[in-house]
């Protein structure tokens, strides 16, 4: 399936490491005109060396007006992937409002904020557009001692839900995607560290592909929900577990 976006102009939060990282490359290179957005200059220009034709943007998201002021004058946007998310483990009876705030405000308010500013843009244009908040398996499936976020991710859900209700007669399309963990990313590390010994060995034979994903896997099934080749899916959310949740 070849999968072009000459002439579109992508949005990717969150797009330093990991998964944000991988979607930047795989839509450069399937020709989009891609903005990478960070908190961290430097991974940015590690980005820029690796993807030379980006734009980068660096802001804190969990600052609402900061991000305002530095999207202001982003210009059209046809993509947006909403990717930036923290973890705060910690069990339920011993999470605070300061670690749930903080988790909510990049987790959710964040992905609130930027969509507002972009769809506020898209509307105005009156050509449509395509946007994935990449959420995760934690929305679907409970996960112990990181409730604050899964709890960001469901609500992540339902807003999903609402933006291709309202936004879907004005041709945005609005999809997520639910990852499980990707244990080849820094956050997938800092979660594993913490695992008592055989959990990851026991989660992995729950899956029923016998294996995690990766960031490719993740990059591809976004890139995927972007193009015009899911022209008519509005609202879907996508598990990339390999059968977790069947079994």
Not at 195 to 221: C, K, Q
């Amino acid at each position: 399936m070849n999968i072009r976006f000459d002439g579109k102009r992508a949005l990717v939060t969150g797009a330093g490491r990991g998964i944000g990282r991988g979607i930047v490359k795989k839509l450069a290179e399937c020709g989009a005109e891609c903005v990478a957005l960070s908190k961290t200059q430097e991974h940015l220009d590690s980005l820029r060396k690796e993807v030379p034709g980006i734009q980068t943007v660096v802001v804190d998201l969990a600052d609402w007006t900061a991000t305002r002021h530095a999207l202001e004058n982003i210009g059209k946007i046809d993509l947006l992937v909403n990717n930036a998310a923290i973890a705060i483990a910690s069990p339920f009876l011993e999470t605070t409002k300061d670690k749930l705030d903080k988790v909510f405000d990049v987790n959710f308010n964040s992905v609130f904020n930027v969509s507002q500013i972009v769809a506020r843009d898209m509307v105005k244009r009156g050509n449509g557009g395509a946007i994935v908040n990449v959420s995760s398996v934690g929305s679907l499936i409970a996960l112990r001692n990181v409730g604050s976020y899964c709890c960001s991710k469901g609500a992540m859900d339902s807003l999903t839900q609402v933006m291709a209700t309202e936004l879907g007669p004005h041709k945005i399309r609005v999809n997520s995607v639910h990852p499980h963990l990707v244990p080849s990313t820094d956050m997938g590390i800092s979660a594993t560290s913490s695992f008592p010994s055989g959990t990851l060995e026991y989660i992995l034979s729950r899956i029923p592909l016998n294996r995690f994903p990766d960031v490719d896997d993740v990059a591809n099934a976004v890139v995927f929900l972007l193009s015009d080749k899911a022209s008519n899916l509005n609202g879907i959310a996508l598990p990339i577990e390999g059968g977790y949740g069947a079994n």
